[in-house]
Nanobody, 126 residues
Framework: QVQLRESGPGLVKPSQTLSLICTVS??????????WSWIRQSPGKGLEWMGDIAYSGSTYYRPSLKSRTSISRDTSQNQFALQLSSVTPEAPAVYYCVRGASSRSGAIVYRFYEVWGEGTLVTVSS
């Protein structure tokens, strides 16, 4: 059984970097053909996909966040991490790490998120 668990500080100061780690158990983050994603949920935006790192190590980011988002992994620890720089004061958001996969139908690619961590609440405030 694959399980994901987020960890990191629950409070980050404005202009600083938000750093979270997802620890994966029950499966390898290098197993084809999975994607390891970060998704956040806030009252204003609902669920928002931030980016992911594929089993191959390739990364993908939401365009609006790309300039200040970095997703990395440590295969020896079976972990992947999120770094979001230059955070601004916002409503608290729950950050989830998620295992995803894709299916293709013609020219359309569907991404589905099958396993979720329980989420961790992060507040940006001074």
């Amino acid at each position: 059984q694959v399980q994901l668990r987020e960890s990191g500080p629950g409070l980050v100061k404005p202009s600083q970097t938000l750093s979270l780690i997802c620890t994966v158990s029950g499966g390898s983050i290098t197993t084809a053909y999975y994607y390891w994603s970060w998704i956040r949920q806030s009252p204003g935006k609902g669920l928002e996909w931030m980016g992911d790192i594929a089993y191959s190590g390739s990364t993908y980011y939401r365009p609006s966040l790309k300039s200040r988002t970095s997703i990395s992994r440590d295969t020896s620890q079976n972990q992947f991490a999120l770094q979001l720089s230059s955070v601004t004061p916002e409503a608290p958001a729950v950050y989830y790490c998620v295992r995803g996969a894709s299916s293709r139908s013609g020219a359309i690619v569907y991404r589905f998120y099958e396993v979720w961590g329980e989420g961790t609440l992060v507040t940006v405030s001074s």
